[in-house]
């Protein structure tokens, strides 16, 4: 959505230089910040990335997913013991 900004907004934008210019909604109080397209463009370009996961972050997903999922639950141990790789580790029980 683009809008056209007040004779007011544009004289703050321009004076402000380097400077955020900050508004207040007056009916909720909340507060805005207007900042050039630039900057913003920065900002996201130093903080955004939607590049492929790399494998750590892959693996962090697939981590919470399986606490989310419950996988560490003291419960589902059994089936650690059960694992065929894991050799004779529930034998020595």
Avoid: C
Avoid at 27 to 45: D, F, G, M, Q, S
Avoid at 67 to 86: C, K, L, Q, S
Wanted: aromatic letters at 6%; zero cysteines; a negative charge.
């Amino acid at each position: 959505m683009m809008i056209t900004i007040s004779e007011e907004l544009r004289q703050a934008v321009n004076e402000s230089k380097t400077k955020l210019v900050h508004l207040v909604d007056p009916e909720t109080n909340a507060e805005y910040v207007v900042l050039p397209v630039e900057k913003l463009a920065a900002i996201l370009k130093e903080s955004y990335d939607d590049g492929p996961l790399t494998f750590e972050e892959q693996q962090w997903l697939l981590v919470q997913a399986g606490i989310r999922a419950g996988w560490d639950d003291p419960e589902m141990d059994v089936y650690n013991e059960m694992d065929p790789r894991r050799g004779n580790e529930s034998a020595a029980r």
